[in-house]
């Protein structure tokens, strides 16, 4: 990984481990990251990886559903900055949200999603979003 998501683990499957993204600046965002060393592009999954896969993404999908309640999802396998099979999850909110007194806010709602590299997530509220999803996810 380009960026150390270690410490950020919620859930590891056989195949795909979710983590917690270090910048919320859309509140929920994880990546899904595929274990198997040599896994590059999403075409090329193996089945079982392309079967677990749709299983994470629905088990996180209903989490962030019960934890969060966003009005939408956004699911993005690029690839460009880091050259390992991961997808990033991104949540979506037609509405402002606070999580302990911080103010979400997709100003890109109903379009392409674009991070907010300024956005800074204290350390606090990273882990709580880490916390709550990785008990929902059990």
């Known amino acids: 990984m380009a960026e150390d998501f270690s410490k950020n683990l919620i859930k590891e499957y056989k195949h795909w481990a979710i ?30 990886e392309q079967k677990e896969l749709f299983l994470v993404l629905h088990n996180l999908r209903e989490c962030e559903k019960r934890v ?9 396998f690029l690839g460009n900055e880091t050259r390992h099979l991961h997808g990033h999850f991104i949540p979506r909110y037609a509405k402002p949200i606070t999580f302990m ?38």
């Open 101 to 138: 007194n911080v103010a979400f806010s997709d100003r890109l709602y109903g379009h392409n999603y674009k991070t907010d590299y300024d956005f800074i997530t204290p350390e606090a509220v990273l882990n709580a979003i880490k916390n709550k999803l990785a008990k929902e996810l059990k």
């Open 68 to 76: 969060f309640h966003p009005d939408w999802f956004n699911y993005s």
């Open 19 to 48: 983590y917690v993204h270090n910048n919320q600046s859309y509140l929920g965002r994880c990546i899904v990251w595929c274990k198997r060393q040599d896994a590059l592009d999403l075409a090329n999954a193996t089945l079982k």
